[in-house]
Every structure is written in C-alpha cells, then in structure tokens.
C-alpha cells in the first residue's frame, strides 16, 4: 500500500471515531507526525474521492458522510482477512476486472488479490455474453488464486465463490439466494449474480484462477431490464431498499476465504454437502446444453470435482463438466 493510501487511513479513523466531531488540523498532525499544511492537502484529495469532510478555520475538520464507492480506504481497514483482498486495486472504470485481474495475475500479483471496478465498459459474462455494469450500482469485481490446483478442480474454485455469496446474501440480508450450477445465484428464480471463472494452466495444473463476479445490487428494475435470457433482479429490489455494497463485500470476501480455506485444506466433499443444500438444481428435472449437445435429466448431485451428475432415460449417471442449464422444471 503506498504511503499517501496509508495516510488516508489513518486520518480517516481520527475523523470516524469523533464522527460528525470536529478533530483539529494540530492534532491529526501531531497524530500522523506530518505539517498541518500536509494534514490540509490529504483532506483535500479525500474529498476529491467523495468523502463529505467540512473544514473550519479554528475547530478543523469533521466528517459528514463516506461515499459509497468500493475504494480501498473503506475495504482494507476493515477486512480482516488474511490473504484475500490484501492486495486491493479499486477503478473507476476498465474495461473488464477479469481482464486486468488477469494481467496483474500473469506478471505475480500476489494469491488473494482483489480488483474492483464501479463500472465496466466491456464486462463479459459467460458464452461471451455482455455483463451490463450500472456505474457504482452493482459490485463488479475479481479475485485472483494462485494455490496449484489439478486442472479437474478448477470448477470448484467457482461453486465456492457461489456458495460464498450465497451464504452472505441469505445471513445479510434474509434472502432465499440459490445457486443455478454452475455459475448463477438467483432469487426467486431471478439473477442477483453470475461467476465468470478464467484460468492460466500448464498441462494440467492451473497456474492461476481469476474469478469474475458481477453482483446486481442496487440497481433499479428498469436498469435490469434489458435482452437477457431470463430475468435479473437487484437486492435492492428483493429488500425494497438501499443496500451497502461496502458491507457486501467485506463479507463476501471473509466469506469466500473461509470457505476457500476449508477447500484447499480438506477437498471438494467438505463443501459439497451445503453447496448441494443451497443448489436451485439438484433433485429437479433440468435441460442443459453442453459441448456434448442437450441433455434432459434429475440433476442428482455433483462429483468431488463439482461436475454436475444427471440421471437421463438412456443412463443412470452422466457427468457434465461444462453446461448451461437452460431450464429447471417449474421454473424459467
Ligand atoms: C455470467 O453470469 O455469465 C458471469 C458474469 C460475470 C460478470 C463479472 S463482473 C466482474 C468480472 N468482469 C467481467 O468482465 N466479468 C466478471
């Protein structure tokens, strides 16, 4: 973290803690061991960066509101995680976070690296569909993996993201989220988000992951609305309300380190019970279209490896890979 980052820090704690206070241009000097003069200039980016700071000629300066912006100075603080998002790169805009993940990845960046957009100009979803990025109203963002993993376990790295969110949108928000295997969260049948998961492999051990998630969070109905395959919703559209997006992600990624310990220290089968539990697939009646053609089956449960097995009319047990479950019976 560069020095000026660590400085934000650092007199924003001063100014939360005596929230809507006044705290002194000496004292957060004296507190930081640098010039009023230079306490002065910080403040000044700060509120180039959306934080609401009024200043006062004799009492100094106090905090009045924190923009919502996925920014560094309100993730890294408080994350408490110890290797995910300690690496933390925030944008206003890319073109695409898996695609910068994706470079930073190739040139070393560090396992657990994080990178956020507020926006994307060319956001992909899986199939090469488009990602619509709403300017700061979802969470557009991507974790870089650089543990080894056999080749046959990368598609478990994404069920984890999943089952992650999902874990976080039910306990924060009371949301009866489910995972359309392999990629989808949905609510009520309905898209909050999608996992896009790319890799760098040799042979056949991945050199690293970059997990895409695109999180539809406070987008409005008519900002969802558009030629997708089936519908989207918003949480704010399920809660009815304005949802934190600070707070969703200091507990996706708490979350997804969690479970992603879990994995890597045991296997797949320490997952698979909850991911199976959480699934909108497993014991229906599902169509997916693969590489291999469609297929109509009970989706029975999935593989160590998180390969979906079917049960069809010709074969009792067929492995699928990769897929696109394109209908659930009773649903979409
Ligand atoms: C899907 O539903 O098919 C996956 C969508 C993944 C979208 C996210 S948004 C952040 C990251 N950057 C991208 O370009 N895509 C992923």
Not at 133 to 139: A, E, V, Y
Not at 166 to 190: C, E, F, M, Q, S
Not at 249 to 277: C, G, H, I, K, W
């Amino acid at each position: 973290m560069v020095l000026e980052d660590r400085t934000h820090i650092r007199i924003l704690h001063s100014l939360k803690e005596k929230r809507l206070n006044y705290v002194s241009g000496s004292f957060l000097a004296s507190e930081i061991g640098i010039t009023r003069t230079a306490i002065w200039k910080h403040i000044h980016k700060l509120q180039a960066r959306g934080y609401r700071i009024e200043s006062h000629p004799k009492k100094g300066y106090r905090l009045l509101d924190i923009p919502d912006l996925l920014i560094r100075e309100e993730i890294v603080p408080y994350v408490g995680t110890s290797w995910l998002g300690r690496s933390y790169h925030h944008f206003d805009v890319l073109p695409s976070t898996n695609d910068h993940a994706f470079r930073l990845a190739a040139s070393g960046t560090p396992n657990g690296t994080v990178v956020v957009a507020e926006t994307q100009t060319k956001g992909r979803g899986r199939l090469q569909r488009e990602w619509f990025s709403t300017p700061s109203r979802g969470i557009y963002m991507s974790v870089v993996l650089t543990v080894p993993l056999p080749i046959r376990n990368a598609p478990s790295a994404t069920q984890v993201a999943a089952l992650a969110l999902t874990k976080v949108i039910r306990n924060l928000y009371g949301l009866n989220a489910a995972i359309k295997w392999p990629n989808d969260i949905l609510i009520h049948n309905k898209k909050i988000a999608g996992i896009l998961a790319e890799m760098q492999a040799d042979q056949d051990q991945v050199k690293f992951l970059v997990i895409g998630i695109g999180i539809n969070v406070n987008q409005s109905p008519s900002e969802l609305a558009g030629p997708f395959r089936y519908p989207a919703t918003s949480l704010a559209a399920e809660i009815g309300g304005f949802v934190n997006r600070q707070e969703l992600l200091l507990n996706f990624l708490r979350q997804f380190e969690s479970e992603y310990d879990l994995f890597l220290s045991r296997d797949f089968t320490a997952v698979l019970p909850e991911l199976e539990a959480a699934s909108a697939v497993i014991g229906k009646t599902v169509t997916i279209h693969s590489e291999r053609g469609e297929f109509c089956g009970k989706a029975l449960g999935f593989t160590p490896e998180g390969a979906l097995r079917l049960s069809t009319e010709d074969k009792d047990e067929i492995v699928i890979w990769v897929g696109d479950v394109t209908r659930v019976e009773g649903t979409f």
